[in-house]
């Protein structure tokens, strides 16, 4: 009888260890449950866990962008930016953002230049444009008839630059530079340098894109007979030397000579195409309109290989 009851002694003590063992676990169970911070779920070792790029994320799709020539054009070349050292991306980006609508705050172009900037229809062209594709774009021309970069070294030219916060500046000069028949390609290259230093004084980090005159002609008058008119020779040389200092100092330029034609075929093609005024310099509205919308092709061309990686 004794061993009996011890048997039943244990079997009692087992089942009753039991019992507590299952509430143990059942209400550890809820405390875990609702616990204030629970352990993470760990992924299975071989599950890879991929987190996309915010970039990845904000793609955005391409600009589509076709400029008509005109037929009479003849000898162009590709109407591009060139930029090996990438100084254009900041701006890039911010228009990326722009599109994205990741962005409110607007991008600021200030664009300075001789009397074709004067004239407002060839930068104010490129800006409307800007601004149909990305929405807040505040595009400021300077221009002053005559200019070459050393008009605007002037102290209070500098300060209403700066003034204005440009997130990109666009130089025009050349024009006035190659007309000069004593013209020096180093008076030309310091004239260049002593403006950027300027800007690069009070703008550190701005990028700059130079740009290339569109061509020109030259005139000569010979006593009781008509004035005549020959393709200016001394452009190339000034096309040179904006390489040659933009080169040296790592800043983008967008050759619009080489674009319409270059040394053969740059100012042949604006006459013969009638976008030229009489002085064979400057020109007609139509001719300003298409050198804005050019400038505006090969910003998109360089903003479309940006965004496609």
């Keep these: 009888m004794v ?71 003849v000898g162009l070349n590709d109407n591009c930016i060139i930029d090996p050292n990438e100084t254009l991306t ?64 002037h102290a209070q030219r500098i300060a209403d630059i700066v003034n204005l916060k440009p997130d990109l500046l666009i130089l025009s000069f050349g024009t006035n530079e190659s007309h000069n028949k004593k013209y020096n390609q180093n008076i030309h290259y310091n004239q260049i340098d002593e403006l950027v230093k300027l800007l690069r004084a009070d703008l550190p980090n701005i990028p700059i894109l130079l740009t290339t005159p569109p061509g020109a002609y030259e005139s000569f008058r010979q006593r009781k007979r008509r004035r005549t008119y020959s393709v200016n020779p ?11 200092y933009a080169r040296n100092h790592k800043l983008a330029v967008w050759d619009l000579f080489a674009a319409v034609g ?21 020109y007609l509205p139509e001719g300003y309109v298409l050198q804005g919308e050019l400038l505006y092709e090969a910003i998109i061309k360089e903003y479309n290989t940006y965004v496609s990686f």
């Design 90 to 153: 900041p701006f890039l980006e911010h228009l990326r953002l722009l599109r994205a609508g990741a962005s409110r705050d607007s991008i600021r172009v200030v664009h300075i230049g001789d009397s074709h900037v004067r004239g407002h229809i060839y930068p104010q062209a490129t800006g409307a444009r800007l601004k149909e594709d990305f929405g807040a774009v505040i595009y400021t021309d300077m221009g002053v008839n005559g200019a070459t970069s050393l008009t605007f070294t």
């Design 262 to 282: 270059g040394a053969e075929r740059a100012a042949k093609n604006w006459w013969d195409s009638n976008l030229m005024r009489l002085d064979h310099i400057h």
């Design 3 to 73: 061993k009996n009851n011890m048997t039943g002694d244990v079997l009692m003590k087992r089942n009753s260890l039991r019992l507590i063992g299952t509430l143990l676990f059942f209400f550890l169970g809820l405390s875990v449950a609702f616990a204030q911070d629970q352990i993470p779920v760990q992924p299975k070792p071989d599950s890879i866990l991929i987190i996309k790029p915010l970039r990845e994320i904000m793609k955005v799709d391409s600009v589509f962008v076709s400029i008509t020539m005109p037929e009479s054009f």
């Design 234 to 244: 001394r452009t190339i040389t000034a096309v040179e030397t904006i390489f040659r």
